[in-house]
Nanobody, 138 residues
Framework: QVQVVESGGGLVQPGGSLRLSCAAS????????IGWFRQAPGKEREGLSC?????????????YYLDSVKGRFTISRDNAKNTVYLQMNSLEPEDTAVYYC??????????????????????????WGQGTLVTVSS
C-alpha cells in the first residue's frame, strides 16, 4: 500500500520547536518530490515547503518555502530512512494547524514552488497523509 504517515505534532509553547516526520511506505521516497502543507480551522490549505526528488535535491532550486515560514522552517530528506522532515523553530500561535505531507513525481508541475502552489489549491498530488496536529499555545 502506497502511503505517507506524518508524526511529531503536539502542543508547544510560543517560541518553541517541533520536528515533523513524513515516513513513506510502499514506494521509494527518492523518486518523489515531497511537500509539507497545513490547514488551520476556517482557513485555506497552505503549501509551506516543498523539496525535489533525490536526484535534484542538491540543486539550487531544490527547495521552496512560503514567505511566512522562511527562516523558521527547514525541510530535509533522508532517503535511506524513506523519510522527510520539517524542522519548525520559533513557532507562533498562528502556526497552529493540521500539518500534511504529500508526495508526487511531478507530472503536473515543473518547479517545487509550483508543486506547493498546486498542492494547496487543487490537492492533486499523488499521495497525501492523514495529517498531524500542531498546537502552539501557552
Amino acid at each position: 500500500q502506497v502511503q505517507v504517515v506524518e508524526s511529531g505534532g503536539g502542543l508547544v509553547q510560543p517560541g518553541g520547536s517541533l520536528r515533523l516526520s513524513c515516513a513513506a511506505s510502499g514506494f521509494t521516497l527518492d523518486d518523489y518530490a515531497i511537500g509539507w502543507f497545513r490547514q488551520a480551522p476556517g482557513k485555506e490549505r497552505e503549501g509551506l515547503s516543498c523539496i525535489s526528488n533525490g536526484d535534484d535535491s542538491n540543486s539550487d532550486d531544490s527547495t521552496y518555502y512560503l514567505d511566512s515560514v522562511k527562516g523558521r522552517f527547514t525541510i530535509s530528506r533522508d532517503n535511506a530512512k524513506n523519510t522527510v522532515y520539517l524542522q519548525m523553530n520559533s513557532l507562533e500561535p498562528e502556526d497552529t494547524a493540521v500539518y500534511y505531507c504529500a508526495a508526487d513525481r511531478g507530472s503536473l508541475w515543473t518547479t517545487v514552488q509550483n508543486m506547493c502552489v498546486m498542492g494547496s489549491l487543487f490537492r492533486n498530488l499523488e499521495v497525501w497523509g492523514q495529517g498531524t496536529l500542531v498546537t502552539v499555545s501557552s
